[in-house]
């Protein structure tokens, strides 16, 4: 294979959820719902495939879920965009990732990520040809050290990518952090890419504050969502990007000769999704909340140094204080002990060292499911 793919491997999720169906283990690993999204949008996406929306959609998605997700960040942020110039859905966020990335940096440049990240991150930026330059977010509170940004720009870099609800730590930046991040992205001319996809997984009354929304960033950010985590529908990989027309057309560019056009019978559920009431929204926190609760907690009283999660619907805990010191051992011996399986975040680092206790726990399960995961978790 070509040098680019280097060390890209199978991707963890793959690897540990074949790991879980091979030992029958609960699998508290890849982050995926137990329990499918509300009945009316599944049943919008039925009936748009009887009332024939199989074939080849709008290569920019269709006109009724650009205009959702123009009323969906108006409603939710006071943010205004024009569905036609200023919106592309895409195949997932994963696909806009990529897009974004293929968009914006030449062979050579480099790209600023968050760290621990997001494992498609490291492969796109590295299959664009583009450097990876990690900043670290360090446990315990996996705050982001505004200087240690700072420091990671050099005449090099050309993109900053953020993630807020971040994936694996729970960190929600705050408005203090992303205004740094803003003023850093401004001063040095940069791109910002931004993976927005929990937005509406935050809990303990936090809010989202949408990056674009800073002073000099609307005309510099790829801004990113999707439908799987806030619609409990990760299989059917409708994710949308917004920003000036100049950045939905140059993301479009590669995304046209990426996938062509997404989902055609998922994009009108996805707009009727997106218009459901504020109880819906709201009621997806609250439970989520709760299920993150009984998981940091029973995961507390085992032992496990828990790290409460902003957002997201992960949990990083630390190993050390039952014992262990490196999460892949621990993650690799979990089944066959336990019957349980999770995630190490060591493969989201550079810095491996900085991750090599930490494990992640996903607790969008049901909770009986997490009960039981617990329970097992008590052979440790
Ligand atoms: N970004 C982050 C941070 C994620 O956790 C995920 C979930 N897999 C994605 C992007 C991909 O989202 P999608 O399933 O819409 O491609
Ligand atoms: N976002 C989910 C996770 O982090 C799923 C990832 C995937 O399967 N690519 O677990």
Redesign the pocket.
């Known amino acids: 294979h070509a040098q680019r793919l280097d060390g890209l491997g199978t991707?963890i999720?793959a690897e540990m959820s074949a790991l879980a169906v091979r030992t029958g283990a609960v699998n508290l690993g890849?982050?995926?719902p137990d329990t499918d999204g509300p009945g009316s949008v599944l049943e919008a996406a039925i009936a748009a495939i009887r009332a024939g929306a199989n074939q080849y959609p709008p290569g920019r998605g269709i006109p009724a879920l650009r205009q959702a997700i123009v009323d969906h960040q108006k409603r939710f942020y006071g943010l205004e965009y024009d569905p036609d110039t200023q919106v592309l859905v895409t195949t997932g966020a994963t696909e806009a990732i990529a897009a974004a990335l293929l968009a914006y940096v030449e062979p050579g440049d480099e790209v600023i990520a968050l760290e621990p990240y997001?494992d498609s991150y490291a492969a796109c930026i590295a299959m664009a040809g583009g450097r990876r330059v990690p900043v670290t977010l360090r446990a315990p509170d996996f705050r982001l050290d505004l200087d240690e940004l700072r420091a990671a720009v050099t005449p090099r870099t050309k993109v900053l990518l953020i993630n807020s609800p971040h994936?694996p730590t729970g960190t929600v930046l705050t408005d203090e952090e992303l205004r740094g991040v803003s003023a850093l992205a401004v001063e040095h001319d940069l791109v910002v890419i931004t993976d927005e996809v929990y937005e509406h997984l935050i809990y303990d009354g936090g809010q989202h504050r949408p990056l674009t929304a800073y002073e000099g960033m609307a005309d510099r950010t790829v801004s990113i969502g999707s439908a799987g985590k806030t619609f409990s529908v990760t299989g059917w990989k409708i994710g949308w990007v917004t920003g000036t027309p100049e950045v939905v057309t140059a993301v479009n560019t590669s995304k046209q000769f990426l996938t062509y056009v997404s989902g055609a019978p998922f994009q009108p559920a996805v707009a009727g999704a997106l218009a459901l009431g504020n109880d819906y929204f709201d009621g997806l926190r609250a439970d989520l909340q709760h299920r993150r609760d009984l998981l940091c907690d029973g995961l507390e009283s085992l032992g496990f140094g828990v790290h409460r999660p902003q957002g997201t619907y992960f949990v990083t805990t630390d190993i050390r204080p039952l014992g262990h010191t490196d999460g892949v051992e621990f993650c690799r011996m979990l089944p066959e002990k336990t019957g349980v399986v999770a995630i190490p975040h060591q493969v989201f680092y550079d810095n491996i060292d900085a991750g090599r206790p930490l494990v992640r726990w996903?607790f969008c399960k049901k909770r009986e499911v997490l009960e039981e995961a617990l329970n097992r978790l008590t052979k440790l």
Do not use: D, S
Request: glycine share 12%.
């Open positions: 991707t999720f890849q982050g995926f997001y994936n996903a």
